[in-house]
Nanobody, 124 residues
Framework: VQLQASGGGLVPAGGSLRLSCAAS????????MGWFRQATGKEREFVAT????????YYADSVKGRFTISKDTSKSTLYLQMNYLKPEDTAVYSC??????????????????WGQGTLVTVSS
């Protein structure tokens, strides 16, 4: 499956952005999807995941209550709604697809497919 992330940009602290991840190729509905981010000089960090079997979600503590992951299977698109953004949310955000397991997947090594990333910059 090929993934294309978009929607990043520059936003002031407290603002909102919605990221999209368009999937093509194989059946989108069969993959557990996730969002990760990587800030400059830091390791890749798990943000959120949504399993293929339903619309439940699991979030990193750092974004819980502010970010919402969702998907539209009919459009083969994954979303990440980000509200109340903070400067520490600044990073390159990437979407990923995993065919391993049926629950939440938070480890990067369990994702086989990755999008190219989109930069989110939150100004203070």
């Amino acid at each position: 499956v090929q993934l294309q992330a978009s929607g990043g940009g520059l936003v002031p602290a407290g603002g909102s952005l919605r990221l999209s991840c368009a999937a093509s190729g194989r059946t989108f509905s069969r993959y557990t999807m996730g969002w990760f981010r990587q800030a400059t000089g830091k390791e890749r960090e798990f943000v959120a995941t949504i399993p293929w079997r339903d619309d439940s979600a699991y979030y990193a503590d750092s974004v819980k209550g502010r970010f919402t992951i969702s998907k539209d299977t009919s459009k083969s698109t994954l979303y990440l709604q980000m509200n109340y953004l903070k400067p520490e949310d600044t990073a390159v955000y990437s979407c990923a697809a995993s065919s391993v397991g049926s629950g939440y997947v938070s480890l990067p090594r369990r994702y086989e497919y990755w999008g190219q990333g989109t930069l989110v910059t939150v100004s203070s």
